[in-house]
């Protein structure tokens, strides 16, 4: 898909080292007017970017925003789909509610929809989900995989690492683990959360609607008191600011790539990356579920995403749903 005149003007401001980049040579090479040039500028500042101009020279990009705008996350994006439909809002009630209705209206696959903040943020279990505004990644992303809506339901595994995937490989000394199904904690601590609903028919699946809420920036007094001792944020834990359009266009890669692989040859390809990168298989845990409460050794996990809890007694429980403590 090609970039847009705005996002080659900014790619070739940024990647000019500090030098000044003259607006008539931009207007050359592109072969736009000048005034065109001049007015992509005008709307890159209006988005926050700031430049001085050098006379005779050109502009200098002196800061960029901490956005996550459509032209800071195709500065970074490297896929085919995922990503390549943008829906960016200053403020959502929740992006699931925008997702569903875009997903009806037909918006194709990979499309994401991304708010600065949520005024209405939900977890699972219509649990709230604290979405402060330009501190974290709060991304819905509509997938339309080939599957039926029974497979569909190991896909929260399959996005879980993918997202512990783009996590690693931008702050290499971070260690994300995924609490099943869910969760990604880092020490204990929550830093992200993933919610899946489906839009489907009785064999086939219309839309998944993958929420994912990434604590990114925030700092300790950010978080209310109620969350305060069990959540973290990627930059608490990095001890750096987290680049949050550079994470959102890595999550987007991993999670193209894995969907590929995950509706050709199901869950069982990217099982073994889960196990690996799992804290729950081994530990002593206790579910919730809607057919109750249940105690044992999380043992493993099938091929199809299924968590198996064994009991004192030596029974094997498989868990389709649930809450887990470790
Ligand atoms: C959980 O841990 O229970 C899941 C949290 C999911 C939060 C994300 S933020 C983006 C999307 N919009 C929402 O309202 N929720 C999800």
Known sequence: MSISMKDEILKRILTANGEAVSGQELADSLGVSRTAVWKHMQSLQEEGYTFETVKKKGYVLTSVPNSLSPTQIELFLNTERFGREIHY?????????????????????????IGEEQTAGRGRMARPWESANGTGIWMTVIVRPDVTPQQASSYTLVVAVAVTMAIKTLYKHIEPAIKWPNDLLIKGKKCTGILTEMQAEADCVQ????????NANQVASDFSPEIADIATSLRLEAGEEINRAALVASILQYLEQFTELYVKEGFVSIKKLWEQMSCTIGQRIEVTTLRGRFEGIASGITDEGVLQLTEDNGTVRTIYAGDIRI
Do not use: C
């Open 89 to 113: 809002f200053d403020i959502v009630d929740s992006t699931q509610t925008i997702a569903h209705k875009l997903a009806q209206e037909g918006a194709p696959h990979g499309t994401i929809i």
């Open 207 to 214: 839309a998944l609607l993958v929420g994912i809420g990434i």
